[in-house]
């Protein structure tokens, strides 16, 4: 399985990014992705994750409004979509995919990562 991200980059605080994430290497159908991010200094956290058919997405409380996850028809793909940006959203953003069909929120939950894209907001 191998995960690839793009789309990271410099925003200046209330621009918007939208990064994505392509999985290779086996059917996903049955599979739920997510997004973490880890700030500098911090541990990787959760971000955003969404279910295998895609219709429901979950997020974390400080993203929820500003942030939307979404599954493409294949369901190999996910993206994020990031509005109103701030300066403690500047983090590595991982993709991660799980065996299993329901989201979770843990980092341990999720069995394949990519590599990692970076997204820095200006002040």
């Known amino acids: 399985v191998h995960l690839t991200e793009s789309g990271g980059g410099v925003v200046q605080t209330g621009g918007s990014l939208k990064l994505s994430c392509a999985a290779s290497?086996?059917?996903?159908?049955?599979?739920?992705m997510a997004w973490f991010r880890q700030p500098p200094g911090k541990a990787r956290e959760f971000v955003a994750a969404?279910?295998?058919?895609?219709?429901?997405?979950v997020y974390a409380d400080s993203e929820k409004g500003r942030f939307t996850i979404s599954r493409g028809g294949v369901r190999n793909t996910i993206s994020l979509e990031m509005n109103s940006l701030k300066p403690e959203d500047t983090a590595v953003y991982f993709c991660a995919i799980r065996t299993g069909a329901k989201t979770e929120y843990a980092v341990t939950s999720y069995d394949y990562w990519g590599q990692g894209t970076q997204v820095t907001v200006s002040a």
């Open positions: 290497g086996r059917p996903f159908n049955d599979y739920a």
């Open positions: 969404i279910d295998d058919e895609g219709t429901r997405p």
